[in-house]
């Protein structure tokens, strides 16, 4: 599609709303807006349709945003999130506080972006459960660990089996992965870096053996703990747990667990590459809870071979569990993952208003509130990915990651630091192949060092 305006119009800005809803449209498209002190009039043409309309101003820099709603009224696309398109909509809201309210960023959703009422009013509830985790004067740590048992088949994180080359290297990877974690609890020392949240992902850390697994945890103790509100440790893959594993993760401080059950259809687990079964889900879950761990559940939505029924029997089954968290994600066709590689093809049609609505009924009615969320563009629906959890049990962690409003040091392979500093984001990412890290680590580890040194040391200096 080709956009021309009486107004100015950053490309860059546009690339993606097109590509979002626009894909394989070719037309050319004008759109004229002008204004006076209350209103905007605008005329939006193509070659066999024109409107014209009037919008109230009523934010800033509106004009930018009428160019992309215009297109979706002159193609009359009624959509559940409007013009929006990012992954993050809930920073837009935290912008908007600084000079509205609640009930005014509602109507401004609504009438600016024409977004549904009934989204508004999720990011503005999600907005509410959180804002008061939401802080820029601790910093968090990510630890990742670049290994899986297996590869699941929806996957597109680094996750490398232990074998052939990666074998054969392995000891090698796994001291890196400690240096890396003694260089940076030293660093974080040295410049006084009060931290809140350590969260530990990958990967699955949970693959480590005892030995390994108490040799790790007993590094990352060195960060100063003095801060730390939680201490997240990514148990996701139930295959690899037990209660010695779950016993040592207590000995060392770890308060949170994730357990993803992602579904309760055994043969959905097997397809995926996902190896346990309800039996070994239960054991795990029962030791946890008697080890006063706070759980998080992950569920994923259109998995292979899963019609709508199957997804009803998971949120049916997911009420036999009391778990403080619990995630629905929609399938995403990642570019990395063996789905998208073997060009998978999805022969269940899923009623995704049905799911969503029975999700929000379960999750109200056992006293879960919404507290996160995230878009993803590569979705296998126009859904977006939520995140429950009992009052006073939000998953900082999370919150942190997606309003990208603090520093995260991060560790280990695929591994992306951000330094944020007055709203500015600096990527800092170390190589997702666990080889190639170690090949370049000495390298890349003294420069995250100088750069840090240089942002947060000036900061001490003051």
């Known amino acids: ?8 119009i950053n490309e860059n800005k546009w690339k993606e709303f097109l590509y979002v809803f626009f894909k394989e449209n070719e037309d050319e498209v004008y759109i004229e807006i002008n204004e006076n002190t209350t209103y905007f009039d605008v005329k939006v043409s193509n070659t066999v349709k024109n409107i014209s309309y009037r919008e109230e101003k009523i934010i800033e820099n509106q004009e930018d945003i009428i160019l992309k709603t215009s297109l979706l009224k002159l193609y009359n696309k009624i959509l559940p999130w409007g013009s929006l398109v990012g992954v993050r909509p809930t920073k837009l809201v935290r912008k908007l506080l600084e000079k509205y309210s609640y009930e005014e960023i509602e109507n401004i959703l609504e009438k600016v972006y024409m977004v549904t009422n009934k989204k508004a009013k999720l990011l503005i509830n999600v907005v509410k459960n959180s804002i008061e985790y939401i802080d820029n004067d601790t910093i968090g740590i990510y630890i990742g660990l670049a290994f899986c048992p297996t590869k699941c088949t929806y996957c597109s994180f680094p996750a490398y089996l232990k074998k052939g080359k990666y074998l054969e290297r392995y000891n090698e990877y796994f001291n890196t992965i400690i240096k890396e974690i003694d260089e ?3 660093l974080c020392n040295e410049l006084n870096l009060p931290i809140n949240t350590i969260y530990v992902g990958g990967g699955t850390p949970s693959f480590l053996d005892y030995n390994e697994l108490n040799v790790f945890l007993k590094h990352i103790s060195k960060f100063n703990m003095e801060n730390i509100s939680e201490y997240t440790f990514e148990a996701g893959r139930i295959d690899t747990l037990d209660r010695k594993k779950l016993e ?11 357990i993803n059950p992602q579904s309760f259809k055994d043969s959905t687990l097997k397809l995926v ?20 761990f706070e759980i998080n559940m992950d569920f994923i939505i259109g998995l292979p071979k899963e019609d709508t029924q199957d997804v009803l029997n998971t949120i049916k089954e997911l009420e036999n569990y009391e778990p403080d968290n619990i995630t629905f994600h929609y399938l995403a066709m990642k570019k990395a993952s063996y789905l998208t590689k073997n060009n998978y093809f999805f022969d269940k049609e899923l009623d995704y208003k049905l799911i969503n609505d029975k999700i929000y009924e379960v999750m109200e009615k056992r006293g879960y509130i919404p507290y996160y969320l995230y878009r993803q563009k590569s979705s296998s629906i126009e859904g977006e990915n939520v995140g429950f959890c009992k009052p006073n049990k939000q998953l900082i962690y999370n919150i942190e990651m997606i309003e990208e409003n603090k520093t995260i040091i991060s560790i280990g392979a695929g591994a992306i630091t951000k330094i944020i500093t007055d709203r500015d984001i600096t990527r800092l990412i170390n190589s997702k192949d666990p080889l190639m890290w170690v090949d370049e680590f000495e390298e890349k580890l003294n420069q995250k060092k100088e750069y840090i040194r240089g942002v947060y040391g000036k900061k001490k200096e003051r």
């Open 184 to 186: 940076m609890s030293n």
């Open 1 to 8: 599609m080709k956009i021309r305006s009486n107004i100015e």
């Open 273 to 292: 590459n996902r190896y346990h079964n309800i039996e070994k889900l239960n054991e795990v879950y029962k030791d946890s809870k008697e080890l006063d």
């Open 248 to 258: 040592i993760l207590k000995e060392y401080g770890v308060t949170r667990i994730s």
